[in-house]
């Protein structure tokens, strides 16, 4: 996985300060990264860039991709599915246009039906106060802006009894929250639960809705 951040342009001047011209400055700042998505299989993704239009859907953010290749969003304990074809992603139950969108906090199943290629995601680094929703049960999320995050600090809400769910090989890897801690659950060992960039991950909260926010700037 390859990340690059490039500073944009300063876009935006405005204002005098008294007697003396004074520009303020607004610093947009986009960049790419790379998730590999293995061939003719899923592979678990998440965009943490926002598109220029600001939608962030689906066609926006994901292009190129071969001809029956799927995203599969995870909500309210199913999945939503969309197609590509000719170029398009479809809705898949109706076979309309996709109005799915692929937002910085959500993560999503990229089934690739092509050979194993980087998938290359666009856009601006989110910054300010960000938040991710944790449903009850399970959710599909990732990271708010593209780093590595560690979630036993950077204000993730861990509860005791949550767990972390990643994919990889065609399999998952669970780890669970107690004491404060989390925990390999065939081992009782500490574990590191740090998703990475371009990664989605599941997580199961066993209580109430909870919000992640977190504050980012570039500096």
């Known amino acids: 996985m390859r990340t690059k951040l490039v500073l944009g342009a300063a876009i935006l001047a405005a204002g005098l300060a008294t007697s003396m011209a004074q520009n303020v400055y607004s610093l947009n700042v986009v960049g790419y990264y790379n998730v590999t998505a293995v061939g003719t299989g899923f592979t678990l993704m998440a965009n943490q860039l926002t598109t220029a239009s600001g939608t962030n859907g689906l066609n926006e953010v994901l292009t ?37 969108t692929l937002s910085p906090g959500e993560g999503f199943f990229f089934y690739n039906a092509g050979a194993t290629a980087p998938v290359t995601f666009v856009g601006q680094v989110p910054q300010g ?13 990732g990271n708010p802006y593209p780093a590595v995050l560690d979630l036993s600090s950077n204000s993730f809400p861990q509860v005791d009894g949550m ?30 639960v740090a998703p990475g960039v371009g990664q989605g991950y599941f997580i199961y909260n066993p209580g109430a809705l909870s919000t992640w926010t977190i504050n980012f700037t570039v500096q």
Do not use: C, M, R
């Open 64 to 100: 190129g991709a071969a001809d029956g290749s799927q995203v599969l969003k995870f909500a309210n304990n199913a999945y939503h599915e969309d197609v590509s074809a000719s170029g398009q992603w479809l809705d898949a139950s109706t076979g309309n246009a996709t109005t799915t």
């Open 129 to 141: 106060a960000l938040s991710v929703k944790l449903q009850p049960n399970f959710s599909l999320i």
């Open 163 to 192: 767990q972390y769910e990643s994919f990889a090989n065609n399999a998952y890897s669970v780890d669970v929250s107690a004491s404060g801690a989390w925990l390999d659950p065939s081992t009782g060992n500490p574990a590191t």
